[in-house]
């Protein structure tokens, strides 16, 4: 105790625990430092730390000079809601005449049989528990500002009133009738106990009578030294924090005689059993492994893996809507087109679709149909030429909207395709239309009257055409016409193999491309590996077949 | 490899837009393919009915908290809405069915969800103008499966907004990359 750190933070410290609470042990220790007239000749010493440090280190001396006793220092341990009297109250309940409720009778039967014993364990430390009258008072008057008259408002008295009906709440929360849910005439019970906050909070203050050697049992001399409050969920709120390494709490007393008095305050709760720990410990393992083994025998661990050396792409999607076309009455059809080499794709799997017709509504300068249209579908992409040096091409989304009318004409209104993303996640594509368009009124007047217009014979020719080949694609001559635009939303998902093991390394996204090579090695290795383990388990099932004696001669021989 | 894979979906339906009717409520439900459990959660419920004050917008903020376990990635749970507006009169009639898949990437995602709905004759529409109701769906899957869409003929709805959060577990251990 060469230099004491003060601890200035006293802020409230919030701890959980799911013990019960009645475990709960403080060791306060309280000691006075001086009856500091030093500090009434040092007002400098006030304003720094490092000045008060010293100043607080110069009268020690001359305490512990004295005989450390009882009236200089005092260490006790409180236990959750145990009730210290102090001075006052001692003084207090030994009167008859002063004691109303029946705890105040209780008390002074207490501390009849405690004088009556001299075994009072606490002379300046004292508690103030949850039912004393002080806990209340204090909540109800407790100032928050300097402000001469603090008027307690709305809140402030509901607040009180739900920390002091505690005890009756209980069976309140369960008697709520589930079946209705709006009260239209709420009783003053029910405001009181939905107005506010309501989890029910015990409080205990941990006090200290500092007054002056002889003269204790005075109400002004009263400080607290720590507040604690604990509620139902096993949060246990302790202002200011327990001391710890953090250096001692200081106080200084007001008045003419200023005292400087420093405290700690420890937890020394018992810690449980190492054992019992490790029993608890065990139980909760068990009851969590046996549920995850319930829930895994719901699923079944059995996942769908895809062949080494595939990718498989799983294409959750929407067709969501179709906007700022000419004619009403629009549906979509649409298509996906993998591509001719690698990719495969399940035989029940529907590649196209076509939605309802709507009637669009207007939404700002557009007109907007609603087609909500789910379709999902999986494609797996197979590296089978490693040879070939061109990038892997992706799946493509055609879509062709046509406009229906009431006299059941359809005109088309526009072409359009998309490359599907090549990254998973979710992807919102706007894919944007045209038509195509033949010169001159004519053609027009004959789309208004008529319907039917000029159409692609190929769908294909919106991107290449299938039947396209050579060099240079060129669509000189070919007039077309900008419509509005379809807007799709796809979610997609890859799986591969290769995957697990990148993800191993903790490789993060790079280009498909770069994740996909090596597929034929990784294959070989793969077959290589499943016909070793298969020649394996010949060997053993070979093994399990023999008779007994021939597996190991060595046991025969040495019986 | 015996972990399983499992999905959260904890969000809410937020509320709705665009509706030409006022007050509005919406049933809600997820579909899942055959691979998929429902561990814990509601699979389908229904909203309060919300008049709005202010705006257009309907708030409903209806929790969405499911729990699912697969066995593969067929069948994603899909969600299926159905609007529906009350009239002073206590009669409900419909005001769109929306459809969204619940989004495969981890994270947060908030979905506009567009709705529509049967049209009808012109006789019917006619009757809705003036004393409501209109035609509904005979069966609810064509809200969330596609293969008898085209029967159909339909009206654009409001949108349907939604706040999804997605946790996803295990999945790269299947080497799903999502």
């Known amino acids: 105790m060469a230099e004491t750190v003060w601890n200035t933070d006293t802020g409230e410290a919030v701890y959980r625990s799911r013990d019960p609470v009645r475990n709960l042990r403080l060791r306060v220790h309280l000691q006075r430092i001086t009856s500091s007239n030093i500090l009434q000749y040092q007002p400098v010493a006030q304003r720094g730390k490092d000045l008060i440090d ?13 005989r450390p006793n009882e009236d200089e220092e005092e260490e006790i341990v409180i236990g959750w809601q145990e009730k210290l009297f102090s001075q006052f109250e001692v003084d207090l309940y030994q009167n008859e005449a002063a004691c109303q409720s029946p705890l105040d009778h209780q008390y002074r039967q207490e501390i009849l049989k405690l004088e009556d014993s001299g075994r009072r364990k606490n002379r300046r430390i004292f508690t103030y528990t949850d039912s004393d009258r002080y806990t209340n008072l204090e909540e109800h008057c407790q100032k928050m500002t300097t402000a001469t008259k603090e008027v307690p408002s709305f809140l402030v008295e509901r607040m009180a009133n739900v920390r002091r009906r505690r005890q009756d709440r209980r069976g309140m929360e369960g008697g709520i009738l589930k079946s209705r849910i709006v009260t239209w005439e709420p009783s003053e019970e029910f405001i009181r106990n939905n107005h506010v906050i309501n989890t029910p909070l015990q409080t205990m203050y941990i006090m200290a009578d500092l007054g002056p050697y002889g003269k204790l049992g005075y109400k002004n001399y009263e400080h607290v030294l720590c507040t604690l409050k604990v509620d139902s969920n096993g949060v246990i709120t302790v202002k200011p924090d327990f001391s710890g390494l953090k250096g001692p709490y200081r ?3 007001e008045g003419e005689r200023q005292e400087l008095w420093k405290y700690t305050i420890d937890n020394v709760s018992s810690l449980a059993q190492p054992e019992e720990e490790e029993r608890e410990q065990r139980v909760f393992k068990d009851l969590y492994g046996r549920h995850k083994e319930y829930l895994s025998s719901l699923v079944g661990t059995d996942f769908e893996m895809t062949v080494p050396g595939a990718l498989r792409l799983f294409v959750n999607g929407e067709v969501v809507s179709a906007q700022g076309y000419e004619y009403d009455n629009l549906y979509v059809h649409f298509f996906v087109e993998l591509p001719t080499t690698n990719w495969s794709s399940p035989a029940f799997q529907q590649l196209s679709g076509v939605t309802q017709t709507c009637a669009a509504r207007s939404l700002g300068m557009d007109k907007v149909a609603y087609f909500s249209y789910p379709f999902s579908f999986e494609a797996s992409f197979l590296h089978e030429d490693e040879s070939a040096e061109a990038l892997p091409a992706w799946p493509v989304l055609y879509c062709e909207v046509l406009s229906l009318d009431f006299w059941q004409r359809y005109r088309v209104e526009g072409y359009g395709a998309v490359v ?30 008529i319907g039917g217009s000029l159409e692609l014979e190929d769908l294909s020719y919106v991107r290449i055409p299938g039947t396209f080949k050579g060099g240079r694609l060129s669509r000189f001559g070919f007039r077309t016409k900008t419509t509005g635009s379809v807007t799709f939303r796809l979610h997609c998902l890859q799986q591969s193999r290769a995957f697990m093991e990148s993800s191993s390394l903790r490789k993060r996204m790079r280009s498909v491309l770069d994740r996909l090579e090596g597929f034929s090695q990784q294959s070989s290795i793969h077959n290589v590996l499943e016909a070793f383990h298969r020649a394996r388990r010949r060997m053993q099932e070979a093994r399990e077949s023999l008779p007994q004696d021939l597996v190991s001669p060595s046991r025969t021989m040495a019986s | 490899m015996e972990s399983m894979a499992e999905v959260h979906v904890i969000g809410q339906i937020v509320g709705a837009t665009g509706f030409s009717e006022s007050s509005l409520f919406c049933k809600w439900g997820v579909h899942t393919g055959a691979a998929w459990k429902l561990l814990s959660g509601i699979r389908e419920g229904q909203t309060q009915v919300d008049t709005p004050q202010i705006g257009d917008m309907a708030y409903w903020s209806h929790p969405i908290d499911l729990h699912f376990a697969t066995k593969g990635l067929q069948g994603w749970p899909r969600l299926h809405l159905q609007v529906w507006s009350q009239d002073s009169f206590g009669r409900c009639q419909l005001a769109g069915y929306g459809f969204c898949h619940v989004p495969s990437s981890p994270g947060t995602h908030q979905l506009d969800c567009p709705t529509w709905r049967p049209l009808g004759s012109w006789r019917e529409q006619l009757a809705r103008a003036f004393v409501g109701g209109g035609p509904q769906l005979l069966h609810g899957d064509a809200i969330y499966s596609g293969a008898d869409r085209y029967r159909l003929h339909t009206a654009a709805g409001g949108t349907v907004h939604l706040d999804l959060g997605l946790l996803l577990r295990h999945f790269d251990r299947y080497g799903v990359e999502c």
């Open chain 1, 54 to 66: 010293l100043a607080t280190f110069r009268p020690h001396p001359t305490a512990s000079g004295h």
């Open chain 1, 420 to 449: 599907l993303p090549a990254t998973p996640g979710s992807h919102t594509l706007t894919v944007s239309t045209w038509r195509p368009m033949e010169l001159g009124t004519v053609a027009e007047l004959r789309r208004f009257f």
């Open chain 1, 251 to 253: 106080i200084e007393t």
